[in-house]
């Protein structure tokens, strides 16, 4: 009777039980491992991304057992998916698998990792879903599937699991759970195969420096691309942002890069991705006009091409069965797709002097978007599509500026794994101030940048809040292609705006040597405070008490989501509208207060009262800092500027200075100088620092180097 | 060069584009059409659900010709999926797809089907994700397809769509839309083939009929299913049952089963599916006095198997790779796990009187449920499993009913296409009064049945307002298993809450002939007004004039939610808490209140002021109302009870009147009588009304006939 059962739906089984077990595993780097199932695709996120690892520093890096025993891995074909299973061990926390803007922890959640827009839930469908983890335990995960992924962080329990949780009865029993503990990640691929990279530790961020380091190391920006910068209203025209420039030198305020919106095209949604002659006569003249002002441009521009465009008829033959906003969507995979579209864009822009781009929409939402059901003339699916289409645009538009010899830093809607190199900075139309932090933090454990920048605010309070984190970020921007506001237009805080938007641009050698970090070891610049040496929360004994019961619920009690470290030595700790101090969580060591150089604790909980005008920023023992005087625009390749060092606290130590041109790609040939700033204690206890000297004369952008001592170390 | 760059990608086009184009089209029944694309999966909704469709009801309809050209319905099999495309005027909107819960109109809209739990969105994510539309134009559509089915009612814009959206610039353009006019209903299915099928009308009503008698017609419940339910506290004793049984009685409030919740098995989440010694300790007994008392037992249950059922042992290799709340999940479509589960059922509770059961949590949601990448013993995949458990679940357990020859009347928490006949009625945890009377709205299109039950209220005037839904509703039952409320818990409107409850008996031969048409001719019982002839709702001109532009919008601003057409003749509009009043609209012809008999409107928006004690009821011109004298439970089989016929309006008429014995299957063999109830114009103007005499002897429940002329016909 069991077997006639069975033989019922044996023509089911046969279709949909065709399943290979197991994985492969091949090592590729030092301490990085590739593990094939199924039959993968052709094409792949790191397809799609075309980095190449940076297979030196990972070397550098060395070697390190892979992290989990590879037999606790398991593959399943079936239904022509591929069910993926990782081990999770009861006190390991999850983080990453995308931009999510409310939590930092992933364990108990259950993500489809879909590029969209972010529509106020962490539920996987964000502007880069990159579905990489990294676990407390120390080693990371990737799966390079180009589809929408859907991933179970602890939270499926199979009934042959090894650690099953104990059943309990409803009825009765007060300490049952709707979620019973789980000792798996699982991941669906929908596909008949997939890759999977391991990347080991030691440490978390090991493993995130071995996943950036696999992908060519982090973004590089130039370093203008660290200065201000301003988005001016949708219909400004080419004097108007000349005068935008100007009001910013006039009164004091930093500026480097100024965004136009879509109204230096003809037409926009769709565009034909010529400027307007209305607007812009002389689109050439205008450009060199603001580079004589020390001012770059970077151009909005969503990919959908209007009937209007000029290479229309020429590129309609390579372009996808649906339209967006009746904008035609270029398929990128196609070469001949490519020329046509990033030819016009160098033509009409980037030969004439402009220096970056805004890529906007290239995420969602499925309103706007193209549906699963279009078809694109390469043969590639819509959620192939979808999922690589932000990384596209990027990779082929970093082209026409490397073909240039020049680096590029832009803005972009949508990413993915593998684009971790490219100078792009993703945003969101959402606005608030808690979540972009949160998303902050969440950038640093998946390989992208995130600008939580600002627009406009409903009081001055709001506005400096949101201020003193732009610039704490990886592109300080003011976003006022809608609001039009300006950094003094709140008359009240325009003062100690002023101070800000001068701070960021005094700690630019740090910003710049830490990106260098980033792009040479794979170190994030901003990062969450799981990954902090000597970072512990405050989990109570109740919860600890619960943890056989119910793992997700003390992760989630341990999630800190509104502080995180900023380079190798601050910890930024904002505060939000509303708040007149804060608790800060610190970490095990001495830290000292940022602005005075004071003892503000260790290993412990403190309270920060900073006023309006700051935002507190604590630094680690033996910190060294250097910053430079405030200036208006980001030093150009060959000024030289004097550098201030800052020594916190007493211990010694040292600190990698990273300099290069600045501007051009030499430095991937070489051209670039790592110089180290020493401090030591001396017989008389005090602490003196000193400098190695250039390396390579060519590139050498300090001049006089003074060192300044914080804390009082008497 | 374009070649080069195509043949690069050569292999993902082999690979993606081994696609099959166009449906092959069959005529089934009459009006009835299968289309197949590319090769269908051998399981289907369909097939889960194993109705037989109701040929002669279907032939008595009479053919109709396709309803559009063939030629416009495409389907693409592509990267495993197949993207089916159905045409759509400007004029039309779209009804289904769903139990929906906040929209009536889907046109505009993006749904992914999946079973799930109500989340709060209508996004395709609902208890009955059913995959059915039925156009204003007068046609339906299914897709007989057990996956997760992405659905783009008219959003997506193909590039070589016959009425394209007029391409607009968005920088000086104040009519530019962000979403621009589609031609096209556009799914995707992910499998690489399905069948289709099309309905025709002529009206959209007449579409409804076909798809719901193509599944066997609608549920027809027993008699006592029609009366009241009461779900009692989770832990009750039997003989706290049978005092809450007494004290409706005493009261005089009418009562016909109540519901036992979790606590009646020994273990729950997971279940044993035995009665609790303790708490039970003569199950049989206990049964038996109850059904002395004239009231039937509804027992809760979810399927997952707790290690401690009698049947642990023997049923677990026909269970799914993972557990819910650690329960094994029976694999039902084995036929030896049904005999198992439903065989422990069927003895433990069936064949000692219990009369249905409360099926929970067979919908999500998916942190509770098996993940996407569980297995099942018969090769079927979590996503097959998932849209179908709850049909699966319901389909079986009815027989165990059908073999007693005894009807049932239960409660299911999922549903899908297929299940039309199955007399389970949906229910959710959610509790919103307003968004329950959309869902019981569409719930009429969609072949699916939902009480909009109440459970306990803030206010006693909430109490009422929800009271007074759930007496015009599949079910009305009151759901104090979490807060105990009894009917006469607010005392201010006890009073009025009795004359509600007795209404709602009073009512039961009307109620008991219009499910007998929802089963023998398909027509919904609770519907919606689009559904309803001469209802026009009042779009002001200058949305009109904007349909050009944007129908979807255009559409939503006609959506009718709050009110809705029950049985042929009766127009209900609730009110809700906070409610003095409402707007209602009466269709074209006469209407009369249902109260009075007084004339109320035609073809007009009134303003109703019912007070708190009356719901707002409209009924048509010449309408039938039979009507019985209030009991306290349902009549019993062979139990003849009087009927006061009640004539509404000045128009001559004429009602089918519907009899059986109530309770057993013996309709299915034709044991059944329809009598025309007649109402005609004598000579002096004033109408008489006549009753057909009994067809069958054996089956006449209704004694002395009187008419009651509602309307004063002077």
């Known amino acids: 009777m069991v077997y006639k059962g069975i033989l019922t739906l044996f023509l089911l089984v046969v279709l949909n039980r065709a399943a290979a077990q197991g994985l492969t595993w091949q090592q590729v780097a030092p301490g990085v491992w590739k593990g094939v199932a199924g039959q993968p695709e052709a094409y792949n996120l790191l397809k799609a991304a075309g980095s190449a690892p940076s297979i030196a520093a990972l070397q550098k890096m060395g070697d390190q057992p892979f992290p989990f025993p590879q037999v606790a891995v398991s593959a399943t074909v079936s239904d022509g998916k591929t069910n993926l299973r990782f081990p999770l061990q009861k006190e390991e926390q999850v983080f990453g698998l995308g931009l999510n803007f409310q939590t930092v922890h992933q364990r108990g959640k259950i993500l489809q990792l879909h590029v969209d827009h972010y529509g106020g839930k962490d539920n996987g469908r964000t502007h880069a879903p990159v579905p990489f983890y990294v676990s407390s335990a120390g080693y ?36 049952w759970s709707a979620r019973p503990y789980s000792d798996a ?19 978390p961020l090991d493993a995130i420096r071995r996943y950036n380091l696999f992908n060519g190391g982090g973004a590089l920006p130039p370093r203008w691309g660290l200065g201000f910068t301003q988005r001016v209203r949708s219909l400004f025209t080419a004097d108007e942002v000349a005068a935008e420039a100007d009001s910013f030198r006039l009164k004091g305020y930093p500026l480097d890069f100024i965004g136009l919106e879509p109204g230096w095209q003809s037409r926009a949604y769709p565009g034909t991705f010529e400027w307007d002659k209305k607007r812009y006569p002389d689109p050439a003249g205008f450009v060199k006009k603001m580079l004589g002002k020390d001012i770059r441009l970077n151009l909005w521009m969503n990919p959908y091409i209007s009937k209007q465009a000029s290479f229309y008829k020429q590129i309609t033959p390579y ?63 819509a959620e192939q599509m979808r999922q690589t289409y932000g990384v596209l645009a990027m990779r082929y538009s970093l082209e026409l500026f490397a073909k240039k010899n020049e680096r590029t830093y832009g803005l972009v809607r949508a990413s993915n794994a593998g684009a971790n190199s490219y100078p792009y900075v993703l945003y969101d139309d959402y606005y608030n101030h808690e979540d972009f932090i949160t998303a902050l933090i969440n950038s640093g454990y998946i390989g992208v940048l995130w600008t939580p920048e600002v627009r406009a605010s409903k009081t001055s ?61 794979g170190t994030p610049v901003f990062r969450g405070m799981s990954l902090e040496p000597g970072f512990e929360s405050t989990a109570t004994g109740s919860v600890k008490a619960n943890l056989e019961e119910n793992p997700y619920l003390e992760a989630v009690s341990k ?156």
Do not use: C
Not at 501 to 521: D, I, Q
């Open 319 to 381: 372009t996808g069965s649906h339209t967006v906003w009746t904008g035609e969507v270029p398929d990128f995979t196609l070469p001949e797709a490519r020329r046509i579209f990033f030819g016009q864009m160098k033509k009409d822009q980037v030969d004439i002097g402009v220096s970056g781009y805004k890529i906007d929409e290239v995420d969602g939402y499925d309103y706007y978007l193209w549906p699963d059901v279009a078809t694109f003339p390469s043969g590639l699916s």
């Open 185 to 203: 990640v699982e991941i669906q691929v929908p596909a008949a195969g997939t890759e999977v990279y391991v990347f080991a530790g030691p440490t």
């Open 461 to 521: 309070e709001e506005w400096i809040r949101r201020f003193q984190t732009v610039i704490f970020s990886p592109m300080a921007m003011i976003n006022a292609w809608s609001s039009g506001t300006k950094p003094w237009s709140y008359a009240d805080v325009a003062v100690p705006i002023k101070e800000l938007a001068l701070l960021r641009m005094r700690m630019m050698p740090y910003w710049y040597s830490e990106f260098a970090k980033y792009h040479f070891e």
């Open 559 to 714: 999630e800190v989501k509104d502080q995180y470290m900023a380079g190798e030595y601050l910890l930024v700790a904002p505060l939000f509208a509303g708040q007149q101090n804060r608790k800060v969580i610190l970490p095990k060591g001495n830290w000292y207060d940022f602005y005075t150089g004071a003892y503000a604790g260790n290993g412990e909980v403190i309270t920060a009262t900073p006023g309006i005008e700051k935002i507190p920023v604590y630094v680690k023992d033996g910190a060294i800092i250097p910053m430079m005087a405030p200036m208006l625009h980001a030093p150009k390749k060959g000024e030289q500027v004097d550098l201030e060092i800052r020594v916190y606290g007493t211990k010694p130590g040292s600190y990698k200075l990273y300099d290069d041109d600045g501007v051009t790609m030499d430095y991937e040939k070489g051209r670039f100088d790592w110089r180290t700033v020493t401090v030591a204690k001396e017989a008389n206890g005090q602490l003196k620092g000193m400098v190695e000297a250039p390396h390579n004369k060519a590139v050498q952008s300090y001049n006089k180097i003074t060192f300044r001592f914080m804390t009082d170390n008497k």
């Open 140 to 175: 990371g995960v990737l799966i390079n599937a180009a589809r929408y992924l859907t991933v179970y962080i602890g939270t499926g329990v199979r009934k042959d699991s090894h650690n099953p949780p104990v059943e309990k009865d409803r009825n009765t029993d007060k300490s």
